[in-house]
């Protein structure tokens, strides 16, 4: 009936490696219920190849980290993947895809080494993050894990290896002064620009916020963007040169806000004449600003670009329909919606549902169903396209819909997209509390474990230890802690 996830790094959804990869709850269970042996080596494969698609959003290393611990694994493995030589020859982009989750998960296990009542000096997962630090190519990301765990003590004695990485060159001094700009966690280098042990290096690292402030100054000085007084032919024209270059500058976004505050009625001609031009970038800047302004004759242009060839054109003309909010644009929606399979542009279909989904009542319902459906069929369970949907058939309350929730639950790759899909299973499936529910309270997600503590049904034995060790844990996040007293705090009377 659907299509399943092609993601061939990602193993099926009913092994144990499969639940682990994609941080379900379930998965969590089975390893403890599993030989000891197949579920180290299953965590191990997870923690030293990191099975998310994007790990800016996509949480893990907390929800590993509680499984090494319940597992008492060791460390050997983790040592040997940061350390092998292989480590040496990533570039930093390589690296932080390769090593950063086994060293988030170290920092986690330093946690709750230090909450176990041990000593800094005696914390093993600390000290392999210092040793990183100060010899890996991701030291970075050890260094910001060290920033919010370490003492003062075991970070200044860092700053002599972590300088000596940047030569005392003019190159070496902007790529430190970079360095500690990106830096996600400021606390170790103010303690090095602070360590009356070095001097030198407290002097270098004025120097390099000297020369940071000074470059950012004259990056102001010399924007190449729009100067006051610019008309509306100007900013159309700076949108359509940064198109034109190569690499290519992508302007529409900031061309469009720049006519905001420019054009006027006027300029109406002008601007309807670009949304119909040639020019690619020209043309998705004035449909962007039509949209926002409502204009009467926006729906018809946004209809046409959709259909042009160009990728460009056609990706402005559907993300400036989904910025409008005006009932207009909500009527069109349901046109488009009702539309035949394959009679609009797939992008318009798609827009249109999603409006619907995140703007429609109760009318809409049918048409949300089956564009999830259509969606799930057409496109399997990791579908961006899925994200507005799951949560409109939540806020509808789109009971038919609890199959296809339960089924995207299950497979998709992407432990946003369950958590999602569990808010809105909570909404529209009766066996929720009693089922998914249950495992969710083990799910790497914060979001995911906070709606599993506001519904799990605590006849389950489970339950109840689970609510309590959560409330209890240090790393537990508020919003799954406050959850979690809610639910463990009888009633007032």
């Known amino acids: 009936m659907f299509v399943d996830s092609v993601d061939s790094d990602i193993a099926p959804s009913g092994t144990l490696l499969g639940l682990l990869q994609r941080g379900r709850g379930d998965g969590t269970l089975h390893a403890l219920a599993a030989p000891r042996a197949e579920a180290l080596a299953a965590l191990r494969h997870c923690v030293l190849h990191d099975p998310r698609r994007d790990w800016q959003v996509e949480h893990r290393s907390l929800y590993y980290a509680r499984l090494h611990s319940e597992l008492d694994a060791g460390l050997d493995d983790i040592a040997a993947h940061l350390f092998d030589p292989a480590d040496l020859l990533c570039t930093p982009e390589e690296a932080e895809s390769r090593t950063g989750l086994a060293l988030s998960v170290l920092g986690h296990l330093a946690s709750y080494a230090a909450a176990r009542g041990g000593s800094h000096q005696d914390n093993a997962p600390l000290e392999l993050l210092r040793r990183y630090a100060t010899t890996g190519t991701n030291w970075q990301w050890a260094l910001d894990e060290l920033a919010v765990r370490d003492t003062d003590a075991g970070l200044r004695p860092l700053g002599p290896a972590v300088l000596a990485r940047f030569p005392r060159t003019p190159e070496g001094d902007a790529e430190l ?274 709606v599993a503590a506001e519904h799990a049904a605590t006849g389950d034995a489970r339950v109840v230890e689970r609510l309590r060790r959560l409330a209890a844990d240090p790393a537990e996040e508020a919003g799954v802690q406050t959850a979690v007293r809610g639910r463990l705090t009888p009633p007032a009377v």
């Not at 043309?283 to 204009?295: E, I, S, T």
Request: proline fraction near 8%; hydrophobic fraction near 40%; aromatic fraction near 6%.
């Open 177 to 450: 002064a970079e360095a500690a700009r990106d830096a996600f966690e400021p606390r170790p280098w103010r303690l090095w620009a602070e360590d009356p042990a070095h001097p030198e290096q407290a002097e270098r690292l004025r120097r390099a916020r000297e020369c940071r402030s000074f470059d950012r100054w004259q990056r102001q000085l010399r924007s190449p963007g729009p100067r006051p007084g610019w008309s509306v032919r100007e900013i159309l024209h700076w949108a359509q040169d940064g198109h034109d270059q190569h690499p290519r500058q992508h302007r529409e976004a900031p061309a469009a806000r720049c006519l905001s505050a420019v054009a006027g009625p006027e300029d109406r001609p002008l601007l309807l004449a670009a949304a119909r031009g040639p020019h690619e970038a020209a043309r998705a800047a004035a449909l962007r600003h039509l949209a926002d302004r409502n204009d009467p004759a926006v729906l018809d242009l946004v209809e046409e670009a959709a259909a042009d060839p160009a990728e460009t054109v056609a990706d402005a003309a559907t993300s400036a329909f989904a910025r409008m909010r005006s009932p207009a644009a909500l009527e069109r929606a349901r046109r488009w919606a009702a539309a035949p399979e394959g009679a609009l542009p797939p992008g318009l279909a798609t827009v249109a549902a999603e409006m619907l989904a995140c703007r429609g009542g109760e009318q809409d319902a049918e048409a949300v169903l089956a564009a999830l459906r259509r969606t799930i069929r057409l496109e399997g369970p990791d579908s961006p396209a899925l994200w507005p949907l799951v949560d409109g058939a939540g806020r509808l309350s789109i009971g038919c819909a609890a199959p296809v929730l339960r089924h995207i639950y299950r497979e998709t790759a992407s432990s946003q997209l369950r958590g999602r899909t569990a808010r809105s299973l909570a909404a529209t499936d009766h066996s929720f509390p009693a089922g998914f529910a249950i495992e969710c309270l083990w799910d790497c997600e914060e979001s995911t474990r906070e």
